[in-house]
């Protein structure tokens, strides 16, 4: 018995002569990594209730185990550097993170390593590689959750949650059809929204194309933009010119407005005696553009060009000149009797007063003017007698 005890205190004293620590400085068994391992280390800002031969998982596959937690300074903050053992058989990008989880709400707390999200995974996680903090992270444990839960059921947000609630009802109190009919309105916006989706689509699509085009020419803008500011200085430094042609074109149009107000009488009788021209010019519809035709051809019709086969043109005439020598010889010919105007029948012209010559010392006569006599026309149509009865006058073409 007293050999026991001996024993037991030199183990006691051995072991404090060795730096006993506690129950961390026992060995634990167990861990997941077992064969050929390959340590890597990871920086976390807290690792909380993490202990050592905690696992180390891969997709939720224990791949390797916690050899180790001690502290690092990081300039000038403390934080964690776990040591870990993994598989070789497990092969990690050399981008890869840590993250501390925990398997259930009051589970064991264990490290999943795995390939960055959003990034493509590089290299391999070789040998005594180290995950910096910038890569690793933790999830809130259940005492953070429990405190901030504590925080909110003893009247920390609850009180504020209380008074919005009361300063909404008396908002609201006693608007409620007015509430209502929002609602009701709102309702009907979203759903004609929505009926027009197609069209907000499109609408957008074509922003959308616009906005390309923008981008597209902006160089363009740019210089457009860059030379915008020397117009504009020209503007500027002409300004007093610009102010005068206004203050002149005020005075312009003062006098216009007066000139207008004093010729309005005659502007409206002008317009009203314009009207029955207009209103003849109107009445005459295509037949004037029509009759003006014949100026191109004058004084052969439009259509002549269809009855001129080559570059000549028949001409077939019947002349009479009885009543041309009935009217310039002095000797009637037998036919002229039937033609009035003739000689014979032509009235004489009367014969000018003669006006006698003054006597000496007798008053100068006064001159009494002569009223000129009118000479009759020719009744008939003389044209009409020189190229005879029935004017056989034609047209004719010869190939």
Request: hydrophobic letters at 40%; charged letters at 15%; a negative charge.
């Amino acid at each position: 018995m007293f050999t026991r005890v001996a024993a037991a205190a030199a183990a006691v004293v051995a072991l404090s002569g060795c730096g006993f620590k506690g129950a961390y400085s026992l060995p634990l068994p167990g861990g997941s990594a077992g064969g050929s391992v390959y340590h890597v280390k990871a920086v976390f800002d807290d690792v909380q209730d993490l202990v050592p031969m905690s696992a180390v998982r891969v997709n939720d596959v224990a791949v390797g185990d916690v050899t180790g937690i001690t502290t690092v300074n990081d300039n000038g903050t403390i934080k964690a550097l776990v040591s870990m053992r993994i598989k070789k058989s497990v092969h990690l990008p050399a981008n890869s993170v840590a993250t501390l989880e925990q398997t259930t709400l009051l589970g064991e707390k264990y490290i999943a390593i795995g390939p960055p999200e959003g990034e493509s995974p590089t290299g391999t996680l070789a040998d005594g590689a180290r995950i910096e903090d910038n890569a690793t992270g933790n999830l809130p444990d259940v005492e953070e959750l429990f405190g901030v839960l504590s925080a909110v059921l003893n009247g920390g947000d609850l009180q504020d949650i209380q008074t919005i609630n009361l300063e909404i009802s008396k908002a609201l109190g006693g608007r409620e059809q007015a509430i209502r009919s929002a609602l009701t309105q709102v309702d009907k916006f979203v759903a004609d929204l929505d009926g027009q989706r197609k069209q907000i689509v499109r609408a957008l699509v074509e922003l959308d194309r616009f906005s390309g085009a923008l981008r597209k020419q902006n160089t363009d803008l740019a210089t457009a933009l860059d030379n915008l500011g020397p117009g504009l200085k020209v503007l500027a430094d002409e300004r007093a010119q610009f102010t005068q042609l206004l203050t002149d074109l005020s005075k312009f149009g003062q006098v216009a407005t007066r000139i207008i107000t004093a010729s309005r009488e005659e502007t409206i009788a002008g317009l009203r005696d314009l009207q029955p021209i207009l209103g003849h010019l109107q009445a005459a519809g295509s037949n004037l553009p029509h009759s003006l035709e014949l100026l191109i051809t004058f004084p052969f019709p439009r259509d002549i060009g269809h009855a001129i086969p080559g570059d000549y043109n028949g001409l077939y005439l019947t002349f009479n000149a009885d009543p041309l020598f009935c009217v310039l010889l002095p000797t009637p010919l037998p036919t002229c009797s039937a033609i009035p105007g003739s000689v014979g029948t032509r009235p004489t012209k009367p014969a000018t007063p003669t006006t006698p010559a003054p006597t000496p010392g007798s008053p100068l006569p006064v001159p009494t003017p002569t009223l000129p006599v009118p000479t009759p026309t020719l009744p008939g149509d003389p044209i009409g007698q020189l190229l005879g009865e029935g004017l056989p006058f034609g047209l004719g073409g010869a190939a």
